[in-house]
Each structure stands twice: as structure tokens, then as C-alpha cells.
């Protein structure tokens, strides 16, 4: 069966119509097809290109948070310079959207600083290194340094109520340094 929606739109005071056909029973592509398509690979491959460019290799938590994931894939992101390039794994659940998890790794050098506004607390690690946990547009992060890199560990808010502040401490605990 396929379906036509027609849709009326006004932009900048020119009418337009735009006429959408959909089939019924399209199924959206597996992650395993969009994401290598928007550059991400295996964790181990990314994380070896990244180690490649940065001559150095950080270290990753052992733990993840204590929710169900269907996929993880890494991404090495090396842009114009050194400023933006980084390390990323996402973890996320094909059938549950809220499970979302990433970890993002940069040099401190060139770490995102943290805005006041969007601390909510900050808290120790362990070793004695501070960890701050912020809010960001749909997720919240616990950013901390640790070896000369800057870790991010980011969770779906949607997800806080299983993966509090304190589960992405353990998490950051458990990278062995």
C-alpha cells in the first residue's frame, strides 16, 4: 500500500506544495548500513587511527552503563588541523532510541571548555581527579581529564532515572590508569 501526503509549505512568502510517497511496509536501514556511511567503523579500528594520529592510544572505562545496547561503533573524526579531532564510541539500541551512550576523547589541548551555566555538579574521581557533570540539549555529560585527554561520557536524558551521575562515575572509575 502506499500512502501520499501533500504537504503545504510557506517559505519566505512563496507557496509551495510538496507531494511525499511512502510505501507502508519500507523498514528503515539497519545501523550496520547508516553509520559506516557517516564514518563510523569498529571500535578497534578507530580507536587505532586515532592512536596513529596522536602517536599516543587513551584508554577506555571497562563498564558501560547497565542498559541494553544493540550496537557500538567508533569513530575517529580528523578534521581541518588538530582542534576538532577526536575519538567517539557510541553505543546505541536499534529497537530502544533512548538507549544512547557515547564516549568522546580529545587532548586536553584542545578540550571543549565547560560553560558555568551548564554544571550541575561536580564530583571526585578515585584517583582525585574532578569530574564535572553537566546538561547538554538531550543528554547529560560527566566531562573529566585524565592522561592528557579530555573524556566525555554522555547519556540519552531520557535514560537518567537507570544511569545516574553516580553509574557514569563507576564508569569513569573504571578506566585502569
Known amino acids: 500500500m502506499t500512502r501520499t501526503i501533500s504537504l503545504l509549505l510557506i517559505p519566505f ?8 510517497y511512502a510505501t507502508a511496509n ?4 539497519p545501523y550496520e548500513e547508516l553509520y559506516p556511511e557517516i564514518g563510523y567503523k569498529t571500535v578497534e579500528e578507530a580507536l587505532e587511527d586515532f592512536e596513529q594520529h596522536f602517536k599516543q592510544r587513551p584508554k ?12 557500538h561503533f567508533g569513530r575517529f573524526n580528523d578534521l581541518d588541523g588538530d582542534m576538532n579531532d ?6 546505541i539500541n536499534d529497537q530502544i532510541s533512548k538507549n544512547h551512550y557515547t564516549i568522546d576523547i580529545r ?52 535514560v537518567s532515572d537507570q544511569v545516574t551521575p553516580e553509574t557514569l562515575l563507576e564508569i569513569a572509575n573504571s578506566i585502569d590508569s
Not at 13 to 20: D, E, H, Q
Not at 60 to 71: G, Q
Request: proline share 7%; no cysteine; net charge positive.
Open 13 to 20: 512568502g512563496l507557496l509551495f506544495f510538496l507531494t511525499i
Open 26 to 29: 519500507e523498514k528503515p536501514r
Open 60 to 71: 577506555l572505562p571497562l563498564r558501560v552503563p547497565p542498559i541494553s545496547f544493540t550496537h
Open 86 to 91: 577526536s575519538f567517539e564510541v557510541t553505543f
Open 107 to 158: 587532548p586536553i589541548k584542545n578540550k571543549i571548555p565547560i560553560r558555568e551555566k551548564y554544571v550541575i555538579k561536580t564530583f571526585d574521581l578515585k584517583n582525585g581527579i574532578a569530574a564535572t557533570y553537566i546538561t547538554t540539549s538531550g543528554f547529560y555529560v560527566l566531562v573529566f581529564e585524565q592522561d592528557d585527554w579530555q573524556y566525555m561520557l554522555s547519556i540519552d536524558k531520557r
